[in-house]
C-alpha cells in the first residue's frame, strides 16, 4: 500500500509542477487550484509513505517519478525536445526508480 501512495503522489507532483507552469504566477484561477490539491496531495502522500519506507527512497522515487512525468508530459505538448538520447534518460530514471523498489532497504 506505502508504494502504491508513494507512486501515486509522484504522479501528484507532476500534476502541481505543471499546474504551476500553467498558473503563470498563480495568475490564473483554474491551474492556481490544481497546484494547490496536487502539491497538498503529493505532500501527505509523501509523508504516508515515510512512515514505512526508508525517507531517502521515498523521496528519491516521489522526485524521480514527478520529474519523469512533468519531462513526458512536455514531450507530448511540444513543449520539450524530444531527442531519442532524452528518451533513453528519462528510461533510465524510471529503470533506477524501479530498482530502488526491487532491492526495497536490503541493497
Wanted: hydrophobic share 55%; net charge neutral; glycine share 14%.
Amino acid at each position: 500500500m506505502d508504494w502504491l501512495v508513494l507512486v501515486a503522489s509522484g504522479a501528484l507532483e507532476a500534476v502541481w509542477a505543471i499546474a504551476l507552469g500553467k498558473s503563470d504566477g498563480f495568475s490564473h484561477a483554474i491551474p492556481t487550484i490544481v497546484f494547490a490539491l496536487g502539491i497538498v496531495g503529493s505532500m501527505a502522500g509523501l509523508a504516508f509513505a515515510s512512515k514505512t519506507l526508508p525517507m531517502g527512497t521515498a523521496y528519491a522515487v516521489w522526485t524521480g517519478i514527478g520529474a519523469a512525468l512533468t519531462v513526458i508530459y512536455g514531450m507530448a505538448t511540444g513543449t520539450e525536445s524530444a531527442s531519442p538520447v532524452r528518451i533513453l534518460l528519462i528510461c533510465g530514471l524510471v529503470g533506477c526508480i524501479i530498482g530502488l523498489k526491487l532491492v526495497g532497504s536490503e541493497g
